[in-house]
């Protein structure tokens, strides 16, 4: 009988040990997800595609830039993106940094730095940053797609500048 319940005991440490290397995976295999939409946002946003940046974000995704009004919905961001492309011609490179993300079922959080770097107007290129807020909703299909965003710029007297 000891030796039976000995036996049961092992299994179910081993048992236990499995499912934990397991959540563990699964976690590391959603961040990897989630880093993967972020890079590709940041290099469609590089590209100056709407049509990609958009395909980022659910059909009704909530996008919140700095100064401006709400866009609601995915073919809204990417007419107003097509419009802020056409308008603009800069070169400016962005990248998000992340601080912190969070999983919690079917949703995800993150937030961090925006780092953006312009093309020069005098000597120096400038350096703006701000903060951003993404909730990602996990689709049907498992990928993770960008169900709410909003930006943030700091204030300029805090903005770091860059050398080239």
């Known amino acids: 009988m000891k030796s039976i319940s000995l036996c049961l005991g092992l299994v179910l440490v081993a048992c236990s040990a499995c499912s934990r290397s397991d959540s563990i995976t699964t976690a590391d295999q959603e961040l990897a997800s989630i880093a ?12 100056r595609d709407a049509d990609r940046v958009a395909a980022t974000f659910t059909d009704d995704a909530v996008y919140l830039p700095p100064g401006e009004r709400e866009i609601i919905g995915q073919e809204l961001l990417r007419t107003y993106l097509r419009d802020a492309y056409a308008v603009s011609n800069s070169s400016a ?40 807020l993404h909730v ?23 903005a770091r500048v860059a050398s080239n």
């Open 136 to 158: 990602y909703q996990r689709q049907l299909s498992g990928t993770w797609k960008i169900s709410r965003a909003s930006y943030n710029a700091n204030p300029v007297k805090t």
């Open 36 to 47: 993967a939409v972020r890079a590709e946002l940041d290099a469609a946003q590089a590209a």
């Open 93 to 132: 490179q962005s990248r998000r940094v992340p601080s912190d993300i969070r999983v919690v079922g079917e949703w995800a959080f993150e937030w961090g730095q925006v780092e953006t770097i312009q093309p020069p107007t005098g000597s120096f290129d400038r350096w703006v940053d701000g903060k951003y």
